[in-house]
């Protein structure tokens, strides 16, 4: 297969965690006989810093051209201070999202038996967790009308989503259900939101279609709890933009392997792979970075051209390193530790 | 003092465990001098039942013409599977803080040293938890227009504050902060939505007035996280409606303590007191709940009143019933429990 990927190594110590998911990328595409073409392009607060803008149109044109799009992480601490700053580097990320059409992001929380000890829940709650968030990621609050009137002293942001909104991620809900255990959460807040109601009718009347999927409807504060009480419970979870937001993040911290977690934002055409963990601006250069959760998402993106055999090499050789030792300093336990790129290199010639 | 109460019992058990908060208000009444009037009123599934609607006008001028109201749960599963019913307990439950004007929901989670064992999470990150959640009650978007367009197809709810909403509960917030770790976070999403722009803003502008208070400003989806990671590294926190809901719960549930945990919703005027546990139907006439967190949320309202002898008198029982076992099932551990009956006896006895 050719493969043309566009490469976001955006800020902080994305341009070296994505360094390791290229060679390791490479190293499978060699073995399997695929050919790779990176074509790198500036995100963040590194295209503001070099062009003003931290989504440019050239970005863009790449990205629409590719097969997939290889993400690092974005955010300066020089931007945080001031929310409402005329460009973020934030800004980008929901323009891109927005523009390439990424409307679902799929977001796996699961355990490693080597890692069970680094999670802040008990073992016996965290033992065999192993669910996905299925976020809307184009619609809701976050893209709503938003404004002040009254001469600022009323801010306000609308949250809308369409019927088709809704099932088009659902359908990505109940198919990916069915490829794993079969239970499908719709989480909602039915209780007060009509554009919760509208989730929930809707969801419902998609049932029939999956006969095999049991489906459950929660309310976001029960699952904001079940969460951290019984997250082995939970198989595919999908919800709606802002309610993504926060439980994706309260999910990944569950498992004590956030900087493992990869991620996927999915639409009609092209995919999305980053890390979840962030810039991360104060490791930035120095070699420390974890790469794994840069690489597991390249794993996630050749299963996403159903290259199922490349994925599971890239997750092989990530839980040998686990378990042989072949760990940054965050894993190490005061123990021997080696480089993000030493890392790299190890898992790309273990493939 | 001469105290004239609203008992709301509500749903479920309801009824069970605000006859001991009564039983234990009343003693405290004896011991200190105090005379209590208590009224009951129909609210909840209770009052859709007898009345056709959750919080009837009795009701509420029962509530108005009372001092503070002692709530107990409501809610009932005959409802939940269709949240579009018209008429539904939780209605009563908006209308009741937007009649009342109860604008801050205090949430408190601490831990007790007997309890530790019960949380999800491991010993060393939640002993010493301490924090208070102020969410705001009566706006956002679950009081902005909502509903349908486009023949249905089209959901919307509208998020909209006042800089005026988010002063009188920040207000709350520092002054709270002030009686306690002099520790203010301001819960937002401001890189997105304007609406947590003018909550950050708000707040920012009244630092000066706190000059002893450190302010913090995070992100819900971080606090999210933080929650679950360094429950005790949080003092009072701030936030909007349903960044409330969501966030209270979560960490309702880290101190393992959820069948203890009170709670106070404040206005300019009246206050009201119900633990944070919900109806329970399924324990409702068994003589089995836990009355221990509507206890406490009697002593919260007599601290609202500056009775904090009072209040600490049931604190201090409470206490003393965990650490010689007159609980519930739920905390016995399989060894000997207490019927809901009992241990209010036993608690009135002992004040
Ligand atoms: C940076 C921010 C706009 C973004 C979001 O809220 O979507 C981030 O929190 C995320 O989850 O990717
Ligand atoms: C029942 C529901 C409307 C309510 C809310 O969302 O406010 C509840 O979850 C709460 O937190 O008191």
């Known amino acids: 297969m050719k493969l043309n ?37 500036l995100t963040g607060a590194t295209a503001i810093d070099a062009v003003g803008e931290p989504y440019p149109d050239e970005t863009h044109e790449i990205c629409k051209s590719s097969d997939a799009v290889l993400f690092g992480a974005i955010g300066h601490p020089k931007f945080d201070n001031d929310p409402s700053a005329k460009v973020r580097p934030e800004q980008g990320l929901l323009k891109m999202r ?21 999670s802040p ?15 809307e990621l184009t619609g809701g609050i976050y893209f709503g009308e938003k404004g002040r009137r ?11 989503y369409t019927r088709e909104e809704v099932k088009r991620l659902a359908k990505k809900g109940f198919e990916l259900a069915m490829t794993r255990g079969k239970k499908l959460c719709c989480v909602d807040k039915a209780n007060v939101l009509e554009t919760s109601r509208l989730w929930r009718e809707t969801v419902q009347a ?48 569950i498992s004590g392997s956030m900087g493992l ?22 490791a930035a250069g120095k070699n420390i970075a974890n790469p794994m959760a840069t690489v597991l998402s390249a794993a996630m993106m050749f299963e996403n051209f159903s290259l199922h055999a490349e994925g599971k090499a890239i997750r092989e050789v990530v839980n040998k390193a686990l378990n042989e030792g072949m760990v940054t300093e965050d894993l190490a336990d005061g123990g021997k530790s080696y480089g993000t790129s030493e890392v790299g290199d190890w898992l790309a010639s273990n493939i």
Not at 26 to 37: L, R
Not at 130 to 135: I, N, S
Not at 210 to 235: G, H, K, T
Request: net charge negative; glycine share 8%.
């Open 261 to 282: 977690m990869p991620s996927a934002s999915l639409g009609s055409d092209i995919g999305l792979f980053e890390p979840i963990h962030g810039s991360y601006p104060q």
């Open 150 to 160: 009254e001469e600022g002293e009323t801010a306000y942001d609308n949250c809308v």
């Open 98 to 118: 927005k523009a390439l059409g990424l409307f679902a992001n799929v977001r796996p929380t699961f355990t490693f038996p080597s890692l069970l000890d680094k």
């Open 121 to 135: 829940l008990k073992k016996e709650r965290i033992e065999g967790t192993d669910l996905v968030f299925l976020r």
């Open 5 to 41: 990927i566009a490469l976001l190594a955006g800020d902080g110590i994305g341009p070296e965690v994505i360094d390791q998911a290229v060679k390791v990328s490479n190293a499978v595409a060699s073995k399997f006989g695929h050919e790779i073409t990176w074509k790198p392009a």
């Open 206 to 253: 998609m049932e029939k279609d999956y006969p095999e999927v049991e489906v459950s409807y929660e309310f976001v504060d029960a699952v904001a709890m079940r969460l951290v009480q019984w997250p082995n419970s939970y198989d595919v979870l999908i919800t709606e933009n802002l309610f993504g937001d926060i439980l994706t993040d309260e999910a990944s911290v």
